[in-house]
């Protein structure tokens, strides 16, 4: 007899969670280093990753965990990304890159057809590991020498 409720992912996720929790990283630490506090800087990434990708299903609930995740209160190490626009060439080069790999995968892309114009401005996000910055409070009392 199977077992009842949803089956075990193992911590496996798709491709897209991947690059949804980019998207949430980026826009946090931006608000973030721009001075806002925790509850605006995370609306802020819910605000940022739904006007790049209005289908993608994101909450402030889902960036709290993605946040958690790749950005741990007790961790040394975070989840670093920064994000570029690639204009003319480059994007068009991208493109046919990512066109050509869906072929080869046997997938067909959505977000590569045959009528887009190719050089059209394109984000690209790139990641890597970092120290984990430190947000101090504006209003900490200060201690006394």
Do not use: W
């Not at 998207?23 to 802020?44: F, L, N, P, T, W």
């Not at 993608?56 to 570029?84: H, I, W, Y």
């Amino acid at each position: 007899m199977n077992r009842k409720g949803r089956p075990p992912k193992n911590g496996v996720v798709e491709p897209k969670h991947l690059l949804r929790a980019f998207k949430i990283v980026y826009s946090y630490s931006e608000a973030r280093a721009g001075g806002q506090k925790h509850a605006a800087a995370v609306r802020e990434a819910v605000d940022f990753v739904r006007q790049l990708d209005p289908k993608m299903p994101v909450s402030e609930t889902a960036v709290k965990r993605v946040l958690a995740e790749f950005l741990p209160k007790d961790g040394q190490v975070a989840l670093k990304v920064n994000c570029s626009i690639l204009e003319g060439e480059e994007a068009a080069r991208l493109r046919s890159f990512l066109a050509q790999m869906s072929e080869l995968a046997g997938t067909k892309s959505p977000a590569v057809s045959a009528d887009q114009n190719l050089q059209k401005p394109l984000k690209s996000f790139k990641f890597g590991f970092g120290k984990r910055p430190t947000y101090p409070r504006h209003n900490a009392k200060t201690s006394k020498p």
